[in-house]
């Protein structure tokens, strides 16, 4: 389920010869423009006019600043070392956007999806009803759908975006029914299994005057890979290439020459920093990942793809298919930055002129906590607060000092030990399932536990909206039998199929169960078969064992099918339930220590 930008504004506009334009379908046209036609200058109206979109992705409801190292965004300083700058909270991106916005006639505010879901408590709390109105006080136009926008089924999304009281704990707030979104929510390849249509719209035009520029909205093909069945079912995920294609070509027809893809896909760039330039030493050379083909197969009418899904920052050239330059963008994540994009749109041709890979690139904007707080996103979340704080700070455990989760690089994460050791513990009773492992998926781990406090709790203390926000998905937990051919197979599905193979996802493991993987390897040979092992005895092919594991994995979620083959499946209790009683009962006599995470073996 799963897996940012200075205060002051630097002007970039994709710039253009004066003999010589981008036309729609990426060939150069020869054109003259006459005198003032970039700046708009003049008392005629000016053949171009710039205009401003503002784009940002993978925001997961995160109102308040992200504590840990989601909370900041690493800056590449000019001797080539890093800088970790705090970045994120909706108080600060408010007033960033609105500053940004100054000063232009024509601007437009669009986001790659996953708006909603794995979010912190005080929007989760709420099913995200919270986000939807920050996000409408933003003023975003447009987003795609994200995987994450069908954690709680199809029925809740169209909820999210056209409003209603929630079906089940009805309204939140006396006296107030759920508006919705005042924005669109794209969804072309998704469609319905039985009628064949999109189950939401496909596209939207953004008008302003004589301006028009198309969005089409897609998220990746594989989000039933990284959603609970329950979640997806009886929708249909298409190809993102076949499906912008064929929607561009809709526009085309509808006389809409300027067209920009919101994707919820994206790629793995070669460095963090969110300044890193990842057209060095040529273009698109520095980013990998699925984004990749698909920016290079995508027709040439669409003019620039908005991005997402892998949480990372970057803006790249990556040529379309007809060999012209087209922007390729991420803002990274939980509004920590957003993308400011200067498109030229030439009113004769009613098309974006892009030029060559050599022009200046969209800039990446730190959503800085130096910038005054907006008040009205500050009375926002402090309205909500109110209503979740009955539950939100109630103490679930302590901690010695911080241990990393989300914001690990390494292929075990401590937090990740302690989930796995909480899951193990709850179900390893006979009459709670026997468990004698418990393996957790990293993408569910959403954040880091802090040992500084976020408010007025305490250092150290774990509180019921940490823990909630570190585990959102309320997944119920299950226990089944898995021989141990079928584990040795999970573990090698972390680094192979088409799932994983490009970008492997490490299962998190309980105490007592050890292996090695051998990165020097590939596929499924970095699993050293021979090194698994469980309380320090080898794994038996032909044994069955009892293994804990959410719901997710237990449906062959993260691409580990082989999980789905399990037999005698017992229901336990949530996730985040095994979670807190674990915290409160380890860390009753003295704080919880971070996790040595010694039980991968990693060879380099």
Request: some cysteine; overall charge neutral.
């Amino acid at each position: 389920m799963s897996a940012t930008p200075q205060r002051h504004r630097r002007a970039r506009r994709l710039t253009f010869s004066a003999l010589a334009l981008t036309a729609g379908a990426g060939a150069m046209v020869a054109a003259a423009l006459p005198a003032g036609a970039a700046s708009g200058g003049g008392a005629a109206k000016s053949r171009t006019v710039d205009v401003q979109m503002l784009s940002f992705n993978d925001f997961h409801g995160t109102l308040e600043p992200p504590q840990g190292s989601s909370g900041t965004v690493s800056e590449r300083q000019a001797d080539g070392t890093t800088k970790a700058i705090p970045a994120g909270g909706v108080e600060y991106m408010a007033t960033a956007l609105r500053d940004a916005r100054k000063g232009h006639e024509y601007s437009v505010t669009a986001a790659a999806g996953d708006m909603i879901g794995a979010s912190p408590m005080l929007s989760g709390l709420f099913h995200d009803e919270p986000t939807i109105e920050a996000l409408n006080k933003l003023k975003l136009d447009v987003t795609s759908v994200g995987n994450h926008e069908f954690d709680e089924g199809k029925a809740e999304l169209r909820r999210m975006a056209y409003g209603g009281c929630h079906p089940v704990e009805g309204c939140f707030e006396y006296g107030k029914t759920f508006g919705g979104a005042e924005f669109r929510y794209l969804a072309a390849n998704v469609t319905d299994e039985k009628t064949k249509r999109p189950m939401m719209s496909p596209t939207f035009i953004w008008k302003k005057g004589d301006v028009k520029i198309g969005f089409i909205g897609v998220t990746l093909e594989g989000t039933p890979d990284v959603v609970t069945a329950e979640g997806v079912k009886g929708l249909k995920f298409g190809d993102e290439v076949e499906t912008i294609n064929k929607y561009a070509a809709e526009l085309d027809k509808q006389g809409v020459k300027s067209i920009v893809a919101l994707i919820h896909e994206g790629g793995l760039p070669a460095s963090g920093a969110y300044n890193y330039d990842c057209d060095a030493p040529g273009a698109g050379a520095g980013i990998s990942g699925a984004i990749v083909d698909i920016a290079k197969n995508v027709d040439p009418k669409v003019d620039a793809l908005v991005t997402g899904h892998t949480h990372q920052a970057y803006s790249c050239n990556i040529p379309d298919p007809a060999g012209n330059p087209r922007t390729v963008t991420s803002a990274a994540s939980y509004g920590r930055l957003f993308t400011d994009t200067t498109l030229t749109y030439d009113r004769q041709t009613k098309d974006i002129v892009r030029t060559p890979v050599t022009s200046p690139k969209p800039v990446q904007k730190v959503v800085s906590r130096d910038l005054p707080k907006a008040g009205d996103m500050t009375e926002l979340i402090q309205r909500w607060n109110a209503l979740a704080a009955p539950v939100a700070n109630r103490p679930e455990g302590y901690i010695s000092a911080d241990v990393p989760g989300r914001g690990s690089d390494a292929p075990e994460k401590p937090l990740g030990d302690l989930i796995a050791d909480a899951q193990l513990e709850a179900l390893a009773p006979a009459d709670k399932g026997g468990a004698q492992l418990a393996l957790m998926n990293p993408g569910g781990i959403r954040a880091d536990l802090a040992y500084k406090a976020a408010g007025s709790e305490g250092d150290g203390v774990v509180t019921y909206g940490e823990s909630y926000t570190v585990q959102p998905f309320t997944n119920m937990m299950n226990v089944v039998d898995l021989t141990g051919a079928q584990l040795i197979t999970a573990l090698q599905q972390q680094v192979s199929g088409p799932v994983n193979g490009p970008s492997p996802k490490i299962l998190q493991v309980s105490k007592g169960f050890t292996y090695t993987l051998d990165a020097t390897k590939t596929g499924t040979d970095r699993v050293v078969v021979d090194s698994v092992r469980l309380n320090g005895a080898a794994i038996d092919p032909a044994k069955t064992y009892r293994v804990a594991m959410n719901e997710f994995l237990a449906g062959g979620g993260d691409g580990f099918t082989v999980l789905k083959e399990h037999k005698n499946k017992l229901v336990g209790a949530s996730d985040l339930d095994c979670f807190n009683a674990y915290l409160n009962k380890s860390s009753a006599a003295a704080p919880i220590a971070p996790p040595a995470a010694d039980r991968i073996t990693v060879i380099k």
